[in-house]
């Protein structure tokens, strides 16, 4: 006797593709993937900025290769022995300005000092110069504009008129003429330099930023039930207003270790013994045409540096500005 056909409707057994697997399937697919639809995390909220960021970060080339290099100068500036174990401030004059020779790849200087050497041992100078700068920079600056975005009034208007004048003075004039007078051959009074005259970029981005975050409802509602300026502050508006200043920050780093090479340069930031890429350019300009490669490599040292910061400066950019996405 022939089974009975299922009729147009029915719910067909499982494998043969009618509905019932398609429920299952789509079952199985949530199980999967607890977090739903794009933009929910594993419990279906909604996930956040920072939790947004960090996934396109992962997901960008450029962050990637940009990283690797900072992890890399960061290593060697902490420990310059595991790829260079010379003295950098080793000279004999009977090696000045020769090529590369084994064991020495760079070459030497004017001074017959090792190039590799002091390139390698010249990368912890420019990192701590960027990352103290960076700090004090955004720490003071940070503070400054968000007081004054906060509370405005006179406060707003004195500091307004402060980042005016700042921003008057010429970055490079500005240091000819206050560490001119600075004897010191450590990177401390150019980091206090830098902390000098870059605090007023971050303020107004910060202040910008702030301005922007108290006007949520969010923090309107805190305001209306009673929470202190300080729990506003740190709670509601600090981590919502926070993401420009890194942005800023991250990609001013690179800047400020081109400003520490510069003003070796000049003769005024770093002096010898101090071992600087902007001090070994200084004493290889005037020999380019006879032995370029003194010139080369910490030039080229340095341009790879500053770029690796600008570049993770504008992943960061990318992944922090909702109009992006």
Not at 192 to 217: E, Y
Request: contains cysteine; charged residues 15%; proline residues 7%.
């Amino acid at each position: 006797m022939p089974e009975p056909q299922p009729s147009d409707g029915a719910i067909s057994p499982a494998g043969t593709g009618g509905p019932m697997d398609l429920a299952l399937e789509e079952g199985a697919s949530l199980e999967k993937n607890p977090g739903g639809p794009d933009g929910a995390g594993p419990t279906g909220k909604p996930r956040s900025l920072w939790s947004d960021a960090w996934r396109d970060l992962r997901r960008n080339p450029v962050f990637i290769i940009s990283s690797l290099v900072i992890l890399f100068l960061v290593v060697i500036s902490i420990w310059p022995t595991l790829i260079a174990g010379g003295d950098p401030l080793q000279a004999n004059l009977d090696d000045a300005q020769k090529g590369s020779e084994p064991g020495h790849p760079f070459g030497f200087d004017p001074q017959g000092r090792d190039v590799y050497t002091r390139v390698v041992h010249g990368a912890r100078t420019s990192v701590t110069v960027g990352v103290c700068a960076t700090l004090g920079v955004a720490i003071l600056g940070s503070v400054l504009g968000g007081l004054a975005g906060f509370f405005g009034g006179w406060w707003d208007s004195i500091l307004s008129r402060l980042t005016d004048v700042f921003f008057g003075i010429p970055v490079v004039l500005g240091g000819l003429v206050f560490l001119s007078v600075i004897t010191s051959s450590t990177v401390w009074p150019v980091v206090g330099f830098i902390v000098l005259l870059g605090w007023p970029q971050i303020a107004r981005i910060a202040r910008g930023a702030v301005i922007t975050a108290k006007q949520n409802d969010y923090v309107q509602a805190a305001r209306a039930l009673g929470a202190s300026n300080s729990r506003m502050m740190l709670r509601h508006i600090t981590p919502n207003a926070i993401a420009p200043v890194i942005v800023v920050a991250t990609i001013a780093l690179g800047t400020y270790i081109s400003l520490e090479a510069t003003l070796s340069f000049l003769g005024v930031g770093l002096k010898d013994p101090a071992v600087s890429w902007g001090i070994d350019i200084s004493a290889a300009a005037n020999y380019i045409r006879n032995a370029p490669h003194m010139l080369l490599w910490p030039a080229g040292a340095l341009a790879i540096t500053v770029l690796a910061f600008i570049m993770l400066g504008d992943a960061v950019r990318d992944a922090l500005d909702p109009k992006l996405r």
